[in-house]
């Protein structure tokens, strides 16, 4: 319950409390410029997914996003991906296997929606979620009291993970229509399905499992505009 009430009042205040700052600041000349409903349309690629793995990560993904920019201040977009995890610790001879698909939906909202400039500083929440089944295997669990061991291997487990993101970035226009950004973001998960006997080691499109954690996207960015800047 109190995430909940924390996403609702994250919400309000993205949604409400700019437009109530913006109402004071407004004149009689601003007024009469109406502008238009539909600014631009966007595509990314991100790059940090794939970078994790090159620099000795344990997960690798791809991701592609699409946004409508809207009155130059609200950005809905969806981001879809793909994530892989092929762990193996050589030290506790545990391995970890897992790949599937996530989406994530939510929006933005450009706090330089009055400046004539492409280029933006930007929040948002993102609802995150995917199904996927993960491997993992260790040594066998010795049983101290009476004896023997039960085998620690398998396969196939089915597992679905939802969770919240509030997001923080700047994109910067570099050539004509390319632009290119990052962004923070603060991951909380909501729920995932659990098995008596193991916890998955990686959600994709969350990450390496934990409660609370904290990412980073890297984007190359075509936008393409459909209202000038003056």
Request: hydrophobic share 35%; charged share 20%; glycine share 10%.
């Amino acid at each position: 319950m109190n995430t909940f009430k924390c996403i609702c009042l994250l919400i309000s205040l993205l949604l409400f409390a700019p437009m109530q700052a913006q109402e004071k600041k407004q004149n009689p000349e601003t007024e009469t410029e109406k502008k238009p409903f539909f600014q631009g349309v966007g595509i990314a690629v991100d790059l940090g997914g794939i970078g994790n793995k090159l620099f000795g990560g344990t997960y690798m993904s791809s991701e592609v996003a699409a946004e409508v920019n809207l009155l130059n201040r609200y950005m809905p977009v969806v981001e879809i991906g793909y994530g892989v995890s092929d762990m193996t610790d050589e030290d506790k001879n545990i391995s970890y296997k897992a790949s599937a698909p996530y989406f994530r939906v939510g929006m933005n909202y450009n706090f330089m929606h009055n400046k004539d400039t492409y280029s933006i500083i930007y929040g948002g929440l993102r609802y995150g979620f995917s199904s996927f089944s993960f491997d993992i295997s260790a040594p066998d669990l010795q049983d101290p009291v009476w004896g023997g061991s039960t085998p620690f291997h398998y396969e196939g487990l089915s597992c679905t993970a939802q969770w919240v993101e509030i997001v923080a970035g700047i994109r910067a226009q570099i050539w004509k229509n390319l632009h290119m950004g990052w962004a923070v973001r603060y991951k909380r998960l909501l729920s995932y399905t659990e098995h008596p006997n193991a916890d998955p080691h990686y959600i994709p499109g969350y990450g390496v499992y934990d409660n609370v954690k904290f990412g980073f996207t890297y984007n190359i960015i075509y936008y393409l505009p459909l209202s000038k800047k003056k």
